[in-house]
C-alpha cells in the first residue's frame, strides 16, 4: 500500500491517541494533538506526567486511552524519543492498534521493524502530520 493510501487510511479512523502530547504549546507533541482538535477530529493525549493538555484529559498511557474508548481503536500519532517509541509501538501490537504515524524524529529502526512484523499500517520516514492537516500555529 502506498503512502497516501495509507495516510488516507490513517485519517479515517474514528479517534486518535498522541503518544507525546506535551502541555508545551511550542513543543510538536502539543502541536500535533492541536491540529487533530483544529481539524474537527476527536484527538486525545498521552503522557504519563500529565493530567489535562489542552483542556482534554490526558491518559498515562496508550493502553489506558483505550479502555476509556471501548469498542474502537484508535489511529496512533507516536511523538516521542526513538527508544520511547519502541515501548509505545510494542503496546499498540498488544492493544492491536492497525494505523501508526511515527512523526518525524520519533522513528528507530527497531520501532519499524516491530510495527512491520506486526503487519501494522505504518507511516514513516515522511511528511509529518501538520503538514497533511495544514497546521498553522496561530
Not at 512523526?103 to 529502526?109: I, R, V, Y
Request: overall charge negative; glycine content about 8%; some cysteine.
Amino acid at each position: 500500500m502506498g503512502e497516501s493510501l495509507r495516510i488516507e487510511e490513517f485519517l479515517k479512523c474514528s479517534w486518535f491517541a498522541v503518544a507525546g502530547a506535551s502541555s508545551n504549546r511550542e513543543k510538536y507533541g502539543n502541536k500535533v494533538l492541536r491540529s487533530y482538535l483544529r481539524a474537527g477530529l476527536q484527538a486525545v493525549p498521552i503522557n504519563p506526567r500529565a493530567e489535562e493538555i489542552e483542556g482534554h484529559v490526558c491518559f498515562a498511557s496508550l493502553t489506558a486511552a483505550i479502555a476509556a474508548f471501548p469498542g474502537s481503536t484508535p489511529g496512533l500519532s507516536v511523538i516521542t524519543p526513538p527508544k520511547i517509541t519502541e515501548s509505545v509501538i510494542e503496546e499498540a501490537v498488544t492493544q492491536g492498534v492497525q494505523h501508526i504515524w511515527l512523526q518525524p524524529g520519533a522513528e528507530s529502526e527497531n520501532a519499524v521493524k516491530i510495527a512491520e512484523d506486526a503487519s501494522l499500517q505504518l507511516i514513516s520516514g515522511g511528511p509529518c502530520v501538520l503538514v497533511q492537516l495544514r497546521f498553522r500555529d496561530v
